[in-house]
């Protein structure tokens, strides 16, 4: 039998369903189960009231408890829902306009005011409190403001008025108090499922927090492996260096160890930042020239101009950009500073952001790029192969020219 209940109850309720409506869908059921009880209960009337009791009224509402409860389990819960709030309104309307006053069929409207209270969330957000409320208002409306004369029992002696009053009043009583009962356990149960549920999400997302901080670490130290063995590399490169007098090779050793730099920097500046995912462009491309003209013994000699945007650049982009400003910025040494020594020399870098795209600017007063140059065609170069291949890798286009000095712009978005 306790089967039987409980599988009614679970009538029209589905997994993704809110907790609410869950609660909504299976006080539904419990009502109706109530009302078809309490109607087969209200069956023995007959025997007080003989030929005068609503026979067919009575069987109606019965009937349309069962229909509610049959569109909740075909999964048309808004109809069920709509039909219950409907049938149980009008049955307690009839009641109170069919019987005299004095039999206290106003009792009734007790355990549909405790309905009202425990079925509907108090919010006017919510389209199905609304509707139940409304109905409840114009049916209990409807009963103050309007009176059936005709339709009222008019043929009831004063002993079986009494008899009803004690009928209606244990009645009413009754379904109040088992009502109250129920649906304050349904309620009850729900919020220790909730609160159960709670628990273990916290579980969870602690779990989960204490896995995200493991990777964390884990990847701050990949980071600072990678920074440390990319600085072997360059120690053994400048020992390659020192080790040959050939200077076309000594030359392609630096090149190949202020790259290396660029990388090393990059996952220094990873490894110190706490979000593991971006880096300050701007302070990276501050201390990437300043490692760089420092190599070169040029802080004395160059007057760096920096203007920066807040930019945080995201990691699938760094290393490719990281090398770009390093083929950039010693592009500018090489040719503008070291070659021809100058002693004031410029060089300006600003990095502006507008509307997700970032653009870069370099400029040098040294003599510029030679005046047949053609950025579309010249790959001989290296570097300026490297800057041209590295743009298309972040999506960026990149353009050379001559101003006062070299000059070359980079645009890029930013994701």
């Given amino acids: 039998m306790k089967k039987v209940f409980n599988t009614i109850l679970g009538f029209g309720i589905e997994d993704s369903q809110s907790s609410y409506d869950k609660r909504r869908i299976k006080t539904t059921n419990l009502i109706n189960i109530l009302v078809i009880l309490f109607i087969l209960i209200g069956y023995t009337n007959y025997f007080i009231l003989k030929s005068d009791f609503a026979f067919i009224p009575v069987t109606t509402f019965l009937l349309l408890a069962v229909i509610s409860l049959y569109l909740n389990r075909v999964r048309k819960t808004e109809s069920g829902f709509l039909l219950f709030t409907c049938n149980v309104n009008l049955s307690v309307f009839f009641i109170n306009e069919y019987y005299p006053i004095e039999v206290g069929s106003y009792l009734f409207y007790f355990p549909l005011i405790v309905s009202v ?21 114009v049916f209990f409306a409807s009963s103050l403001l309007f009176d059936f004369p005709g339709f009222q029992l008019q043929t009831l002696s004063a002993e079986q008025m009494k008899a009803l009053w004690y009928y209606d009043l244990i009645m009413a009583t009754s379904l109040t108090g088992l009502l109250s009962f129920l649906l304050t356990r349904i309620i009850y149960l729900q919020n220790k499922e909730i609160i159960a549920q709670n628990i273990d999400l916290t579980k969870a997302k602690e779990t989960v927090n204490i896995s995200l901080k493991e990777k964390e670490v884990l990847l701050a130290e990949l980071h600072h492996r990678v920074k440390n063995n990319l600085a072997i590399i360059s120690g053994l490169l400048s020992l390659q260096e020192d080790a040959t007098s050939n200077m076309e090779a000594r030359q392609i050793i630096s090149d190949s160890k202020t790259r290396i730099m660029s990388m090393a920097l990059v996952h220094k500046m990873l490894y110190e930042n706490n979000e593991l995912k971006s880096i300050d462009l701007g302070k ?38 990281g090398l770009i400003l390093n083929e950039v910025v010693t592009n500018s040494i090489k040719y503008a500073f ?29 003599l510029g790029f030679p005046k047949n140059f053609n950025d579309e065609e010249d790959t001989q170069s290296l570097g300026i192969y490297l800057i041209k291949t590295l743009a298309e890798q972040i999506d960026g286009n990149v353009r050379f020219s001559n101003d006062n000095g070299a000059k070359i712009e980079l645009n890029f978005p930013l994701n």
């Fill in 117 to 137: 209270v425990l079925l509907n969330n108090p919010s006017f957000r919510d389209r199905h409190s609304v509707i139940h409320f409304s109905i409840c208002v």
């Fill in 284 to 321: 990276y491309t501050s201390e990437l020239i300043y490692e760089l003209f420092y190599s070169y013994n040029l802080l004395k000699r160059v007057t760096v101009n920096e203007d920066f945007d807040p930019i945080f650049i995201p990691v699938n982009k760094t290393i490719p950009l």
């Fill in 338 to 366: 070291k070659s021809v020594q100058k002693e004031n020399g410029i060089f300006d870098v600003r990095i502006k952001i507008n509307d997700n795209n970032v653009k870069l600017v370099v400029k040098d007063n040294g």
